[in-house]
């Protein structure tokens, strides 16, 4: 059975950090792509960042420069670092994968920043 499992959410002020975690399992993780996605209240889901099983990785344009996505494979984790953090970018933020056409995502966790 594939899980993932978000956490490190919360509330902060604009301006200040926190760091995601997505742990994993049932799945061989060192081979896939790992990505974060966020959905905002009235909007779409929408792709923050990705990291390939090789390390490259990519980022939204609202987020390039400010927040960093890692992987640990040994411990089965992805990671976001998000510094810099503003109010727009409140929102609850997923972590998935997929296994040929199937995806997987986690339950979500809530960030939220206050002006």
């Known amino acids: 059975q594939v899980r993932l499992v978000e956490s490190g959410g919360g509330l902060v002020h604009a301006g200040e950090s926190l760091r995601l975690s997505c742990r994993t399992s049932?799945?061989?993780?060192?081979?896939?792509?790992m990505a974060w996605y966020r959905q905002a209240p009235g909007s779409q889901r929408e792709l923050v960042a990705r990291i390939s099983s090789s390390g490259s990785t990519e980022y939204a344009d609202s987020v390039k420069g400010r927040f960093a996505i890692s992987r640990l494979n040994a411990w089965n984790t992805v990671h976001l670092q998000m510094n810099s953090l503003k109010p727009e970018d409140t929102a609850v933020y997923y972590c998935?994968?997929?296994?040929?056409?199937?995806?997987?995502w986690g339950q979500g966790t809530q960030v939220t920043v206050s002006s």
């Open positions: 049932g799945i061989n993780f060192g081979i896939h792509t």
């Open positions: 998935t994968t997929n296994r040929g056409p199937q995806d997987f």
